[in-house]
């Protein structure tokens, strides 16, 4: 594949003289780099238009690109913009993004979002408890629960909108020939597959047939009729291919290792938030999941989240559930980015 590179038609790349600040921190391994301000206004009454306006404007997807791109970012990188959240019973909004666009959900961004406004006294916290970090996101209003020791993070427990299964034993025609899948909504709509069923394990070795296959589900799918979320556009779209080894049934419920691949082929290196969401509803509608049991979720490299559900009483969608996936995130460094106006690779380049 040829590499992309990021020089926008029509945007002026003198806005960008003064320097980004992010701050970066990783949950169960995958990157996540937040940018308090520095960005163009991004208008919106709400999270969703945000998105929608975001998409539209060169200004906000140049700051985008340069902040995942070669040379400052890599091809799966993600991240968000910190913005004004939909009304004040939130204390703030987020609109995610990663290398080929704006997302719905991003449930390890969640976690992220949740240590970082405790680390950062963006919210006030108990040094002794459990806080309850309230963010507006394009699919609605989620909760991180961060619990904290003598004043110290030690985990975050991710509270999602209402997850619930779109379609069962789906069959999608790819270059393997006819495969079989789930598909369900966890903030985002995710297609799932077994490994096995594709003569694969969710190994490293794995990794990069597992993200050609994914990929090739993805937009199998991501036109047809299954991609329609059923009262907001804005949310249509198969967002990923969750492909899932069953590893065993433990007294607390299923342990599943799993890697999603997202948007346009990008690897979640975590066992991702809003897909673990995805997969608890489809657990639970196989009837392998009650309100007592959990779901042990590992990632590719070997990291875990740990999924648990109660029934959606706020979802007219029958065999809602609202998830709940445990984890946690850890600082990584802060940055100072800028972008030369005669700089001939402009805001970056893909070579993936």
């Not at 990291?303 to 609202?322: E, L, Y």
Request: aromatic share 8%; charged share 20%; glycine share 10%.
């Amino acid at each position: 594949m040829a590499p992309r590179t990021g020089r926008l038609s029509g945007t002026d790349m003198s806005t960008f003289g003064d320097a980004i600040e992010t701050i970066d921190y990783h949950t169960a391994g995958e990157p996540f780099r937040i940018v308090e301000d520095g960005f163009p206004t991004i208008e919106g009454a709400t999270v969703g238009e945000k998105r929608v306006y975001a998409q539209h404007s060169l200004e906000v997807d140049a700051v985008r690109a340069m902040l995942c791109q070669e040379p400052r970012g890599h091809s799966d990188m993600y991240g968000c913009f910190i913005v004004a959240p939909d009304d004040a019973d939130a204390d703030f909004g987020a609109l995610f993004w990663h290398n080929d666009g704006y997302s719905t959900a991003c449930g390890h961004g969640t976690i992220a979002l949740g240590v970082w406004a405790v680390q950062s006294g963006r919210v006030d916290a108990n040094p002794d408890g459990v806080t309850a970090v309230t963010i507006d996101v394009p699919s609605g209003r989620v909760v991180a629960h961060v619990k904290q020791v003598a004043g110290a993070v030690v985990g975050v427990t991710f509270e999602n909108v209402a997850s619930y299964p779109v379609r069962r034993s789906l069959d999608v025609d790819i270059s393997l020939g006819r495969v079989v899948v789930d598909v369900a909504y966890g903030g985002a709509l995710y297609a799932s597959i077994a490994a096995s069923t594709l003569g694969l394990e969710v190994v490293p070795k794995h990794a990069s047939a597992l993200r050609a296959i994914g990929r090739e589900i993805k937009w199998a799918l991501n036109d047809t009729e299954v991609a329609r979320h059923a009262s907001d556009p804005r949310l249509s779209g198969i967002y990923g291919t969750i492909i899932f080894d069953d590893l065993e049934e433990t007294p607390d419920g299923p342990h599943q290792r799993n890697v999603t691949i997202f948007a346009d082929g990008r690897i979640d290196r975590s066992p991702c938030g809003s897909g673990t969401a995805a997969r608890l509803a489809l657990l639970v509608d196989d009837g392998r999941m009650d309100e007592e049991h959990a779901l042990i979720h590992d990632s590719i490299i070997g990291t875990r989240f740990v999924g648990r559900f109660r029934p959606a009483s706020n979802c007219d969608v029958s065999g809602a559930i609202i998830a709940t996936v445990e984890g946690m995130a850890y600082q990584t460094g802060r940055s100072f980015f800028t972008l030369d106006p005669s700089d001939s690779v402009g805001t970056g380049f893909n070579l993936a």
